[in-house]
């Protein structure tokens, strides 16, 4: 079993950064590809970026390349995701997320996880 505890979420300015951190308890995460999701008032969860187990491989969103950054260390059982160049539309709740069977098709689909945190608030001001 995987508990996932997201940080770092905040009121930022455009064009600024936040880095969000997912901590996971369980000794099963290293073994899990790892994804971030957003959710917006009124508004479906939607993908932002996923990374397999081993950070080999990674997903990103098109609305989010070249500004958002995934990464995990293993080592302290934990995984990021640096937002950079922020846009008001970035505005949601983040969330993290955690599966042992993701597969490469799967990485980018809420429904190819099984464990999810509980969410930090992003609000991005213009």
């Known amino acids: 079993q995987v508990q996932l505890v997201e940080s770092g979420g905040g009121l930022v300015q455009a064009g600024g950064s936040l880095r969000l951190s997912c901590a996971a308890s369980?000794?099963?995460?290293?073994?899990?590809?790892m994804g971030w999701f957003r959710q917006a008032p009124g508004k479906e969860r939607e993908f932002v970026a996923a990374?397999?187990?081993?950070?080999?491989?990674?997903y990103y969103a098109d609305s989010v390349k070249g500004r958002f950054a995934i990464s995990r260390d293993n080592a302290q059982n934990t995984g990021y995701l640096q937002m950079n160049s922020l846009k008001p539309e970035d505005t949601a709740v983040y969330y993290c997320?955690?599966?042992?069977?993701?597969?490469?098709?799967?990485?980018?689909?809420?429904?190819?996880?099984?464990?999810w945190g509980q969410g930090t608030q992003v609000t991005v001001s213009s």
């Open positions: 990374i397999s187990w081993n950070g080999d491989v990674t």
């Open positions: 369980g000794r099963t995460f290293t073994t899990n590809a």
């Open positions: 997320a955690a599966s042992r069977f993701a597969t490469s098709a799967t990485m980018i689909k809420t429904a190819g996880y099984f464990y």
